[in-house]
Nanobody
Framework: QVQLVESGGGLVQAGGSLRLSCAAS????????MGWYRQAPGKQRELVAL???????TYADSVKGRFTISRDNANDTVFLQMNSLKPEDTADYYC?????????WGKGTLVTVSS
């Protein structure tokens, strides 16, 4: 069982920055992939970024060059640095962690970007 605790969401003006954090409590188990998805009102949940334990990253085209995902393996914590935010980035952001092929999800943190 993995519990995920997210932090860092909030309200920011367009062009601003936010940093999201997510800590996984996995009781010493091996968490492989960690990352972020987001879901805007009335839309499906979509991938934002993923990172493997070996720091291989994947980004959605819509955030490439603006968002950076990073990871602290020692503490099973993943970060999402979001720069040059746009109103269309407004969404609930969900942390995901994969352990033994099973995805665990956080409760989500709201990011609101005003124009």
């Amino acid at each position: 069982q993995v519990q995920l605790v997210e932090s860092g969401g909030g309200l920011v003006q367009a062009g601003g920055s936010l940093r999201l954090s997510c800590a996984a409590s996995a009781s010493g188990s091996f968490v492989s992939i960690m990352g972020w998805y987001r879901q805007a009102p009335g839309k499906q949940r979509e991938l934002v970024a993923l990172i493997t334990r070996g720091a291989i990253t994947t980004y959605a085209d819509s955030v490439k060059g603006r968002f950076t995902i990073s990871r602290d393996n020692a503490n099973d914590t993943v970060f999402l640095q979001m720069n040059s935010l746009k109103p269309e980035d407004t969404a609930d952001y969900y942390c995901v962690a994969q352990l033994r092929g099973i995805n665990y999800w956080g409760k989500g943190t709201l990011v609101t970007v005003s124009s």
